[in-house]
């Protein structure tokens, strides 16, 4: 598939890149597009050969991240889960080399990553948690009509052969102006990692050690994290965990209303809750009222740290996006940033969000967000984020405070807002996200796809 | 979570009660007299104790291995030290004098011991410290690989803290404890040192209004 323009010669990136970047997949580098298209395909191998034979006429089809910085969608992506590696036949010895959360799947660790009470995987929806989700496929354009275009061609290697069978179908992006679906702009802050042919944009921070995010090189440690082996099936691979959010959108307009009597008042908390205003604009560069043309300019919007407020005043700790990348932050643990970080493609499905959507049945609208966590390390870290970042305040010197935005919340939970001169306790925040699905996927390298197609019985 | 333990005390039934005082009767049956004794002597203040036992305490986990009490876990394992590494090793601790300022970095650690055992061919160390450790080990990798590697090469099998199998050597290594006390499971090193700021903070304040 031709989906690298030419680039002229002033748009060549300055570094050169030293990962094999046309053996990895597009998604691992490629930003979603703006505005985006896509569809996320969960399929179920029913017989290892005519697995095989579906990864060999689909591979052809998924873009690599060669020249990602100049590539034009649409592109195909796809991940393979434990189960999905049994079902198509890989040797015993090459399963047991992957890491046990893997194997053992997202809904089976529910305990290490705090899914419960809500969250619990016996509330997901079909076919998250169930051992026959083998399959990922995901589309992304910046177009309908390409989207549709892309799709097409991910089917036509299913038809004809009952071999593979789709579980479900869910289209996202098309939302208006690229917001979520609790109103903000995001996806703005991603890590930036050696050797990627690119430097960092502003405030995106020292690029990190390929070997976080791509498996077969050396890691922030100095060496390699284990890799699935053989190292043909390992190497330029990552892993990738999948989490469907469902927004509460009347729990949150609600909260909003219930602890800010002005729109303008409503706003600030909104932008206090995850430290950028719905525009994208931080907080730190913008304090007190929104800057949308910050905001909009992927020169500016990540450009900052916390040097200066090293008491939350501007940006609260317990925040979303402190929590997430606490850059500079002092941590009450002995802890390294750079090893925490994630790759999030995030996809945005349902209805737009509605600020005048107040009841509980506007909960209970399908809308929210598909999360893809991408990393060499992704089951780690994302039980890392879900334990130490997300559901508990320990690490900022918070107590039990746990994310505004994506924790699962206990009754009579709070938020706390630092200020002059007393800082205020928000009482009765509620989960505004609930899980209601999660997997995780190894993403295996072009030349790894063929060798899964090219195995025997 | 901290208000479900304090308030959850609903005593058990009287028959759960008298089941436990009958198995330690026949626990101390053939104990030697003094302890005979203090059994029957003590049964009034054992009732009691064994019928303020939260219905909803029970056993927690700290991950793969180890105790918890509320955030709290505990770590203890023996482990066998090298030829020499016990000089080496008290050497070490001696020159620190007892100042741990990376144990102080990690954030964590409540306290720990070591303790060397059996003519300085075993080590015993344990360590009450915050949350589940697999978490942070790869944060000790990146952070404090020397530190790491300085204490544990003392002791056989070290793998070096870059080993892919390190979580596995400490789990291997670790024994549960079966019984452990915690006087405040809910408090962290970080709450502690925060509650401390907070106190000398309001005595401050209290000092000026009065």
Known sequence: MSSVKESAENNHPTPAPTVDLDEIQATVLRPRPAPYFGTHVILRVNDAQAGREFLRRLTPHIDSAAAWWSAVTPWLAVGISYAGLEALGVPQESLQSFPVAFREGMAARARQLGDVGVNDPKNWDQPYGKSDVHIGV??????????????GI???????????????????????????????????????FEGSGVDPLPGQGRPIKAGEFILGYPGESGVQLPMPQPGILGRNGTFVGLRKYQSRVGAFNRFLRANGSTEE???????????????????????????????????RNNDFDYANDARG?????????????????????????????IIRRGTTYGPPYDPSALSEADDEVPRGAIFLFISARAMATIEFLQQEWINDGNFIGAGNERDPIVGLQEEGATFIIPKEP????????ETFNVLRGGEYFFMPSLSALKWLADLHD | MATQTQTA?????????????????????????VGKAALENGLANIRQELAAISATAGRQTAGRVGARQGKVSELTAILKITKDGAKRLRGLLEILEGNFKGADVVGTLHDMRFVFLDNDTRLLFATAYDGEWDAYIDDFVTKIPTSMDMVFCNLEGWPGIHDANIKDWLVEHQITADAWYVANPNLTVAETRRLERVDKALGEFLDKIA
């Open chain 1, 154 to 192: 991910a089917r036509e290697q299913i038809e004809g052969f009952s071999g593979v069978s789709v579980l479900a179908m869910q289209d996202f992006g098309a939302q208006p102006g690229d917001l979520n679906s609790l109103g903000y702009k995001d996806g703005i802050d991603q890590p930036a």
């Open chain 1, 313 to 341: 005043r501007q940006v609260p700790f317990g925040c979303h996006i402190r929590r997430m990348n606490p850059r500079d932050t002092k941590l009450t643990r002995l802890t390294d940033v750079n090893i925490h970080r």
């Open chain 2, 9 to 33: 005390t609903e005593p058990k039934s009287d028959e759960v009660v008298e089941q436990k005082i009958q198995k330690l009767k026949e626990l101390y049956a053939d104990a030697p007299e």
């Open chain 1, 138 to 151: 995901s589309a992304f354009s910046d177009s309908e009509e390409d989207r549709r275009r892309i799709l």
């Open chain 1, 265 to 299: 008042e409503r706003e600030l908390l909104a932008a206090k809750l995850v430290g950028r205003w719905r525009s994208g604009a931080p907080l730190t560069l913008a304090p007190e009222v929104d800057n949308p043309a910050v905001g909009a300019d992927p020169q």
């Open chain 1, 422 to 429: 007393v800082r205020r306790r928000i009482h009765n925040i």
